[in-house]
């Protein structure tokens, strides 16, 4: 499956985005989805996964109660809602397929190209 991320862009501390990650293919809902991200001079970081159907989700502590990843398999998306937005949420955020359910990259074997996030103080 080959995945498009993107919805990044500059964003004031406090306020909100919504990433997407568009799956080719039809096999995208044979696919557990993530969300990591990398900011410069550190290593890519688990932000959110969410199951096949939608229904089990997992959030890293440091976004907990204010992202929110969702999918949508008839529209081969996976978003990534992000609210409440601080400086140390800049990066470069990641989507990514897999078959397991995983908190660890090496779960995931396909990766889109990333989207960058900034947040100003």
């Known amino acids: 499956v080959q995945l498009q991320a993107s919805g990044g862009g500059l964003v004031q501390a406090g306020g909100s985005l919504r990433l997407s990650c568009a799956g080719s293919g039809r096999t995208f809902s044979t696919y557990n989805m993530g969300w990591f991200r990398q900011a410069p001079g550190k290593e890519r970081e688990f932000v959110a996964a969410?199951?096949?159907?939608?229904?089990?989700?997992y959030y890293a502590d440091s976004v907990k109660g204010r992202f929110t990843i969702s999918r949508d398999n008839a529209k081969n998306t996976v978003y990534l809602q992000m609210n409440s937005l601080k400086p140390e949420d800049t990066a470069v955020y990641y989507c990514a397929a897999g078959s397991l359910m995983d908190r660890e990259s090496k779960g995931f074997r396909y990766w889109g190209q990333g989207t960058q996030v900034t947040v100003s103080s």
């Open positions: 969410i199951s096949l159907s939608g229904g089990t989700t």
